[in-house]
């Protein structure tokens, strides 16, 4: 490597030079052997992982700055969905070698979303091989107050925050099948399509809001089909979804037949919105909730007693091929 691991990690993972902390509780950060964090009087820390590897979790040609900003922005959505604060993060990066243009972007990406939600970095791991990011992200809710997957009731409605089926759409234009647009999509429809899939938007201040309201909750992924079995399971219930109710972008069906976009919204995965359950008499106050975050919330099914998931089109029972994206099948 040209650029030492010291040199690495000052130049592009250190907030030195007049930058400050962004939390209050953080105590020491990057340089020492660990960093020391406090924990709000009160909260409990909670605490996620998620990791990248090339060309199984991004493209190959992916933009450094998008890499960046999904590697923290995977790690935030996890946290949104426990309706928790996000605080600290630690970066596990093993580089096929010290590329500083790349490492320049992927810190840009980084610490745009960092800043936008306050998450110190506060250590990691900086080693040679094949290009793999792992993030670990900390956080803090109050204690007790946490969205689980388990906390569904029967009867309950099952919501989802902003739209389907976007990333699915934003994957296939990044690998290049601008071709398959139908004429009505317009650049600036897949542009946004595209910037949906690379930078995925955490729904955290809606998470945490939700608290005390939403009854379950997780984020999304895999995909719905391969999503919503596991808080159906979690909850020891079954639940149906109607699937002409997911909610579906504008560009979205500029860019693709009706068919192609449900296939998306149930199957593609990466749309890191919030599907959450909610009481029926507390269905408008979290939709309402949600408008004040800018986020439309659908009403796409309810929770019954029983198990697993089935699905309806206008009425009728239909069938819709299982798992999302597993990386062992
Ligand atoms: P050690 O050998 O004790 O594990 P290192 O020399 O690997 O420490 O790291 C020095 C400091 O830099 C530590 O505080 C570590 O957490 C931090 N660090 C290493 N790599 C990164 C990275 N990619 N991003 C942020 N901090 C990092
Ligand atoms: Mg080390």
Redesign the pocket.
């Known amino acids: 490597m040209s650029l030492s691991?010291?040199e690495?990690?000052q130049r592009?993972?250190?907030r030195s030079g007049g930058r400050t902390a962004l939390q209050s509780g953080t105590r020491l950060?990057?340089?020492?052997?660990?960093?020391l964090l406090a924990v709000p009087p009160g909260c409990e820390l909670v605490a996620a992982i998620d990791t990248l590897v090339a060309a199984h979790h991004f493209l190959p040609d992916a933009a450094p700055r998008a890499i960046g900003h999904r590697a923290l922005a995977v790690n935030l959505s996890d946290l949104a969905a426990m309706g928790a604060t996000p605080a600290w993060a630690?970066?596990?990066?093993t580089l096929p070698q010290a590329d500083e243009a790349w490492l320049s972007e992927f810190s840009t990406g980084w610490f745009e979303l960092a800043d936008c939600h306050g998450v110190d970095?506060?250590?990691?791991?900086?080693t040679r091989g094949p290009l793999t990011i792992s993030v670990q992200i900390l956080g803090t809710v109050e204690q007790g107050t946490a969205l689980r997957r388990s906390g569904g009731r029967a009867g309950d409605c099952i919501v989802v925050t902003g739209n389907l089926g976007d990333a699915g759409a934003g994957l296939a234009i990044a690998r290049g099948a601008h071709g398959h647009a139908i004429a009505t999509a317009s650049l600036a429809a897949i542009d946004e399509l595209r910037s949906r899939f690379e930078y995925p938007v955490p729904r955290v201040g809606f998470g945490r809001a939700a608290r005390g309201i939403a009854s379950a909750a997780m984020d999304l992924s895999d995909g719905l089909a391969g999503d919503l079995p596991k808080l159906a399971q979690a909850s020891g219930l079954a639940a149906h979804i109607e699937v002409e109710r997911l909610p579906l972008s504008a560009a979205l069906l500029s860019f693709a037949s009706l068919p192609q976009a449900r296939e998306w919204a149930l199957s593609a995965g990466d749309d890191y919105e919030l599907l959450m359950t909610v009481p029926r008499s507390r269905y408008q106050q979290l939709h309402d909730l949600a408008a004040g975050f800018g986020l439309r919330l659908t009403r796409i099914g309810e929770l019954r007693a029983g198990g697993g998931v089935t699905w309806s089109m206008d009425g009728a029972d239909i069938r819709v091929a299982a798992a999302g994206f597993d990386h062992f099948r």
Not at 29 to 35: E, F, I, K, L, R
Not at 121 to 126: A, C, K, M, P, Y
């Open positions: 691991e010291f690495i990690i592009f993972f250190t950060g990057v340089g020492d052997d660990a960093a630690l970066l596990a990066l970095l506060v250590g990691g791991d900086t």
